[in-house]
C-alpha cells in the first residue's frame, strides 16, 4: 500500500494575509506528487513544507483568476533558471476549457521565459463542460465543471489503493459537486465567506457542509477562507448540516488519508 497524504499550503484568497496564503493544496501518493493550483506564496509554502518545485509531478489548475494561478508562470521560470537539469522527470501542468488559450497568451508575454524541453514540461487541456476520466501512470483524475466562472471544474483523485480525494476548487452550490465527491475519503471544499455574507460563486460553511453531507464524505476540509471567516464560528455553522469529521483548513496543515 503507499501512503497517501494531503497538505494544505494556503488556505486563504487573493486577500494579502500572513496567516493564509493563496490557494494551493499538495496531494501525496506514494512518490507522486499533485499540485492543486498555485496562487502566490505557493513556492515558498512547498519551501516550508520540505518539497522542492523539481518534486512536483502535476499540477492541476481549477480555474484561471490570479489566486489560483499566479505562480503559474514563475514555476516555470523558477525550473527553467538557474539550472533546468535538475529536473529529471516530466511535469504535467492541466486546466479546464481555455487552458490552452490561456498558456498560449502568457507565451504571448513571457516567450522563452515559460518554455522548457518537451520531455520536461507539457500543458494538458481536460473537458471542463463534462465529466473527464484520465488514467494516469499511480491514480486516476475524474473531473466535473463547477459553478463560478466558465472553465471552473473540481478533481477526484483516485489513488492505487482505491482512496479518493476531492477538490472542489471554487463554486457556488452545484449538484455536480455532489455527485463528483460521492464516498470520498476527503473533502476539500471551498467556504469563502461565512454564512450572513454570502457572495455569488462561492459557498459558505452550511452550504459547503449541505454539499458534503449528500455526498457522503468521510472527511471535509474548509479552505479558501477569507477574512471575514475569522470573525465567526465557521465550524459551528457548518455543523449545522454537515455531522461528520471536519477540518478548519490552515496553512501547511498535513493529514494522512
Known amino acids: 500500500m503507499n501512503s497517501t497524504s494531503v497538505t494544505i499550503l494556503g488556505s486563504g484568497t487573493c ?3 500572513l496567516k493564509r496564503g493563496s ?7 506514494g512518490e507522486t506528487k499533485l499540485l492543486f493550483d498555485s496562487g502566490p506564496g505557493t513556492m515558498h509554502r512547498l ?13 492541476f489548475y481549477s480555474h484561471f483568476h490570479p489566486d489560483h494561478t499566479g505562480e503559474l508562470v514563475p514555476f516555470i521560470f523558477a525550473t527553467k533558471y538557474p539550472d533546468s537539469d ?4 516530466l511535469l504535467t501542468m492541466a486546466g479546464g476549457n481555455g487552458f490552452a488559450k490561456f498558456i498560449s497568451k502568457l507565451k504571448d508575454v513571457y516567450g522563452e521565459l515559460m518554455t522548457l524541453p518537451e520531455n520536461k ?8 463542460g463534462q465529466t473527464d476520466k484520465r488514467q494516469f501512470s499511480s491514480f486516476a483524475v475524474e473531473t466535473m465543471p463547477m459553478k463560478h466562472s466558465q472553465e471552473s471544474i473540481a478533481y477526484r483523485i483516485t489513488d492505487s489503493d482505491g482512496k ?11 449538484e455536480n459537486l455532489v455527485t463528483l465527491a460521492a464516498g470520498a475519503d476527503l473533502l ?3 467556504s469563502a465567506m461565512p454564512d450572513a455574507l454570502k ?7 452550511s452550504l459547503a457542509g449541505d454539499l458534503a453531507a449528500r455526498a457522503r464524505v468521510k472527511k471535509l476540509v474548509l479552505t479558501h477562507l477569507y477574512p471575514e471567516c475569522d470573525q465567526f464560528d465557521i465550524a459551528d455553522q457548518c455543523r449545522r448540516t454537515y455531522p461528520g469529521p471536519l477540518v478548519i483548513a490552515e496553512d501547511l496543515m498535513r493529514m494522512e488519508v
Open 121 to 128: 514540461l507539457r500543458f494538458l487541456e481536460l473537458e471542463g
Open 188 to 190: 476539500i471544499c471551498e
Open 164 to 174: 479518493s480525494l476531492v477538490y472542489s476548487g471554487d463554486t457556488d452550490t452545484t
Open 86 to 89: 535538475r529536473r529529471n522527470r
Open 23 to 29: 490557494c494551493a493544496v499538495l496531494m501525496e501518493l
Open 199 to 205: 457572495v455569488p460563486g462561492h459557498l459558505t460553511p
Open 15 to 17: 486577500v494579502p494575509s
Open 47 to 59: 519551501l516550508s513544507a520540505g518539497i522542492e518545485i523539481f518534486d512536483i509531478d502535476y499540477i
